[in-house]
């Protein structure tokens, strides 16, 4: 009985020790792959993957005849792209959204995002951010003739729609925390939900505004910015080399004036200095 105990024993301590080592095993395989150069992957697989909008016009927008994606974002990315790997056909898109965007790219789904997305201490715990791109700030798109003006008009009356896992719905808790919030997976969406009367006003980066107002001439952007939005290209925490690659990217492209071009091209105006 003592032997056949021991015997049970000894089996238990060897079952053990062989999920311990097996599980230091899968660690470690999942710590080396965490730490895997992006840049180098970009470079052996010859392309760079990045997460674009494909519903915020002048930035990210599907263009339906072509089915191309077309916009500010979209031609930095290329232009990226050129510069790393010496040709701007080699950059691949792939749809995201500012709920998605972050989590794709954790998964290995894409290489770095272009999507309006704010640079944010909060973020910045989950990604690496580039140099700021583009410079926009928080405003509001109301129907003309709207009594809403400024933030300021945001009572408890008020409905304001805005976009899910955007900086945008944050603030305008915090601007306007009378006003009621009603959130949408997307830009498109919110927008359609304002055109049916579903809210007052709907919030997001002036720079996204701008492009809603464009395609559609009875609304317009109301009051100043009320925040400071600063767009990065987001890459995986720790990918340092990939950032580098990126930011002598759009340092270059300021100086040879592509990127003015860029800007010029989309936002209709000069970059401000």
Known sequence: MKKIFSLALISLFAVILLAACGSKGSNGEASKES??????????????????????????????????????????????????????????????????????????????????????????????????????????LVKKGSKIKSVEDLDKGSKVLAVKGSTSSQNIREKAPEASVLEFENYAEAFTALKSGQGDALTTDNAILYGMADENKNYQLTGKPFTDEPYGIAVKKGQSALAKEINASLKKMKSDGRYDEIYKKWIKEDPAE
Do not use: C, H, W
């Open 35 to 140: 730490k895997k150069d992006t840049l180098a992957a970009i470079k052996d697989n010859d392309k760079i993957v990045f997460g674009v909008k494909t519903d915020t016009r002048l930035f990210g927008l599907k263009n339906p005849s072509s089915g191309e994606i077309e916009g500010f974002d979209i031609d930095i990315a290329k232009q990226i792209a050129k510069d790393i790997l010496g040709d701007e056909k080699k950059a691949e898109f792939k749809e995201v959204t500012s709920k998605t965007r972050i989590p794709m790219l954790q998964n290995g789904d894409i290489d770095a995002i272009v999507a309006t997305m704010t640079i944010t201490d909060e973020r910045k715990k989950e990604v690496d951010f580039s140099d700021v791109y583009f410079e926009a700030g928080q405003s509001l």
